[in-house]
């Protein structure tokens, strides 16, 4: 009897570890970024730029404007008032737009039981939108049932 409430200890105790994972055992040690974005689009390849430097593996799939749009956008469940100009597919999770690289990781990191995050807007001193003027945005969570929260303030000016 001893014996069997042993092995039912050692079971027990090897499911919570196991629920208590990193949130990476889900996405690998090394997520991997996949960008969809027009050939066309100049801030998309600086964002992929911007991603990479910060040590991500990313890969590119150059699609038509229709697909973008029509296409992927819908597929991964991104709310038409928040879509820009590239959709990012992480693991279940979607990344639209100029997410800074260090927001992405705590997400990454944090797993929040959402679909995904967006900087909507294209925001001027977004990663790939620098320039004259940088201006606070928001970073939004979003589900897919319509629910929508800020997840992060982000202000270029003094985040650098």
């Known amino acids: ?10 079971v027990a105790g090897a499911l919570l570890v196991v629920s208590f994972r990193s949130p990476d055992a889900d996405l690998g040690a090394d997520p991997e970024l996949h960008v969809y974005k027009t050939a066309t689009c100049g801030c998309c390849g600086i964002w992929v730029d911007h991603m990479k430097e910060a040590g991500f593996k990313v890969t590119v799939e150059d699609v038509e404007v229709e697909e973008l749009w029509g296409g992927v956008k819908v597929r991964h469940g991104v709310p038409r008032e928040l879509s820009t100009c590239h959709t ?9 737009g100029h997410v ?6 705590r997400f990454l990191a944090e797993a929040p039981e959402v679909k995904g995050i967006s900087v909507p807007g294209m925001p001027t001193g977004s990663p790939g939108m620098e320039g004259p003027n940088p201006r606070p945005y928001a970073v939004i969570a979003f589900d897919g049932k319509g629910n929508r929260t800020v997840y992060e303030e982000v202000d270029p000016r ?3």
């Open 88 to 96: 990012t597919v992480v693991g279940d999770y979607v990344i639209e």
């Open 1 to 10: 009897m001893k014996r069997i409430a042993a092995a039912g200890l050692l």
């Open 158 to 160: 003094t985040s650098r």
């Open 100 to 105: 800074p690289a260090s927001v992405v990781k």
